[in-house]
């Protein structure tokens, strides 16, 4: 039973950072439609930038403010010279696009920084287990971090002039215009926070997993699995599903298919909600005109 | 009221062309939005009434001259022109479905940098099924609620122009009424230059103190509104009732 709950606990933990990306898909998804298969990169892209910066001898979190700056920024800037220009374009090409760039984060960051696993530091320090053996410090930490972090993103969107800008740009870009908003620019702003959020994500997860090119693959599934059980439309669903898939993973991993075999519950899940119920937990229907 | 219309016009349109890709729509109109009055742009569907106000709003791309308060503003972007303060009810209402009442109006006032929460206040005295159905997702409400709602969210932006795209659109009588007897109380105490495009002339000349006719992107007739209205040849001849 202890056991159990251990994985549980565990699960929470990690799913909080598919939780983060998986939020980050569906503020992409809300207001573009489409899902940033590079968001996953990006956010590695944007650790190896932390690693850097804490190889100058730079303090963590200065090097964790740099590195948002850094991704909020790269976030924007793509929005502006790549997306912006593909507004219009057939569904192909932003998936094209969205596959490029994530063959190019992959590679020149293996480039720039080589293949080879890296350590990445924790700020919470290793220490001992805690909470009878529940939590690693690492963990309680990165949940403590990125509750926060959703928490602050909800209440942006929810509290501020700007976050129902934002959403209402994204919900209803004609109308948004005629009330005022720049659109465009509320787009970027939102890729720029998307970016910032993957790389938190990618931060945290980094010191479980190391640093390599390759280190968000699973997650990116993992976190597009919670999105799609959460419902794609659905910032709070992200959440959720999220953290349900970092227990399912674990749960899965530990008692069912075994952990060579866990990255399979996320494409099972991803088949089992487009099949049962493609709208997922808390997400609305999708009809579009053809 | 007389004196307000001897001001310089707040709208002024010459040679209007506009149109979609290869498809020309507005074909070289001239009208003008006197200072605090209400202009009607009566015509069939497919005449050019929804384009014209696409038009003035920047939302296709146009020759000829716009003129707001004296100034071109074809080449302005949609946004840059509501924040001169052009409120556009919009065809199909534009409702911000996913979106509350109260948050649908307050995107509204998003170019503003005074306080808001009195203009709430006080549009929805006008509106008081609104106010019931504040904190309601907006994709709720009943086609004339969103039709409220847009007017609403457009007298946030404190329009010194408010453009009306067929306020009557798919709404029972009933309601086209309230909706009316309410764009009244509006025109008297919010003191805004409209330009209302309708389809529903009969209805629309009894708020508009002048009236152009549109067929197929040209002005074919114009003059006060109640000219119009009397004259029975006219009235049968072009706007069938």
Same mark, same amino acid.
């Given at each position: 039973m202890e056991g159990v709950l251990h994985q549980i606990v565990s699960g929470i933990a990690t799913g909080g950072i598919y939780a983060s990306i998986a939020l980050a898909l569906v503020m992409i998804f809300l207001a573009t439609h489409h899902i940033n298969f590079a968001q996953g990169e990006m956010a590695m892209f944007s650790t190896y930038i932390a690693l850097t910066l804490l190889q100058l001898g730079l303090p963590y979190w200065a090097a964790f403010l740099a590195t948002l700056v850094f991704s909020f920024v790269m976030g924007v800037i793509l929005q502006r010279i790549l997306l912006e220009p593909l507004a219009n374009a057939p569904v192909l090409a932003s998936v094209g696009a969205f596959l490029g760039l994530l063959l190019i984060f992959n590679n020149v960051a293996g480039w720039l920084f080589s293949y080879t696993l890296k350590p990445f530091p924790s700020p919470f320090g290793v220490g001992d287990p805690m909470f009878g053996g529940m939590f690693s410090r690492h963990e309680l930490g990165s949940t403590v971090v990125t509750m926060a972090v959703l928490l602050s993103v909800w209440a942006f969107f929810r509290f501020t002039r700007l976050g129902l800008a934002m959403r209402g740009a994204a919900y209803n870009p004609v @109308? @948004?215009?005629?009330?005022?908003?720049?659109? #465009?620019?509320?787009?970027?702003?939102?890729?720029?926070?998307?970016? #910032? =959020? #993957?790389? =938190?994500?990618g931060m945290m997860v980094a010191p479980v997993v190391f640093l390599d090119p390759n280190m968000m693959g699973g997650v990116l599934l993992y976190a597009f699995a919670g999105a799609l059980l959460g419902g794609i439309t659905s910032p709070l669903g992200a959440v959720v599903g999220g953290v349900m898939m970092g227990v399912i993973e674990n749960l899965a991993g530990a008692y069912v298919v075994g952990t060579e075999l866990k990255l399979t519950t996320a494409l099972v899940i991803i088949v089992l909600v487009l099949v049962v119920k493609p709208s997922g937990l808390f997400g609305k229907a999708l009809a579009s005109r053809v | 009221m007389a004196d307000t219309i001897t001001e310089k016009p707040?709208?002024? +349109?010459? %040679?209007?062309?506009?149109?979609? %890709?290869? +498809?020309?729509? *507005?074909? %070289?109109?001239?009208?003008?939005v006197n200072t605090g009055g209400v202009t009607a742009l009566l015509g069939a569907n497919g005449a050019g009434k929804t384009t014209t106000l696409r038009a003035i709003s920047g939302m296709v791309r146009t020759t000829g001259d716009i003129l707001y308060d004296g100034e071109r503003i074809n080449a302005l972007s949609t946004e840059a022109i509501a924040a001169m303060r052009v409120g556009h009810v919009p065809d199909g209402r534009g409702t911000f479905m996913e979106l509350t009442v109260e948050e649908n109006l307050k995107l509204g006032g998003y170019t503003r940098r005074d306080d808001t929460a009195a203009d709430l206040e006080r549009i929805c005295t006008y509106f008081p099924k609104l106010k019931q159905r504040f904190r309601q997702q907006a994709g709720t409400l009943s086609g004339g609620e969103q039709q409220m709602l847009a007017i609403g969210r457009a007298l946030m932006i404190k329009p010194r122009l408010l453009l009306l795209d067929e306020p009557s659109f798919g709404l029972a009588?009933?309601?086209?009424?309230?909706?009316?007897? !309410?764009?009244?109380?509006?025109? !008297?105490?919010?003191?805004? &230059? !409209?330009?209302?495009?309708?389809?529903?002339? &009969?209805?629309?000349?009894?708020?508009?103190?002048?009236?152009?006719?549109?067929?197929?992107?040209?002005? +074919?007739?114009?003059?006060?509104?109640?000219? !119009?209205?009397?004259?029975?040849?006219?009235?049968?001849?072009? *706007?069938?009732?």
């Open positions: @109308s @948004s215009r005629l009330v005022g908003v720049p659109v #465009g620019r509320m787009l970027a702003l939102g890729w720029g926070l998307a970016a #910032g =959020i #993957g790389a =938190i994500a | 707040i709208l002024e +349109v010459r %040679g209007l062309h506009a149109g979609y %890709g290869q +498809v020309k729509v *507005l074909h %070289g109109m001239d009208f003008v009588p009933l309601i086209v009424r309230e909706i009316f007897e !309410i764009m009244r109380q509006i025109i !008297i105490s919010e003191r805004t &230059s !409209i330009l209302l495009v309708e389809q529903n002339a &009969s209805l629309a000349l009894t708020i508009a103190d002048m009236a152009y006719l549109l067929e197929t992107g040209r002005i +074919v007739m114009s003059g006060p509104a109640d000219e !119009i209205r009397r004259d029975e040849s006219l009235r049968r001849s072009y *706007l069938g009732y």
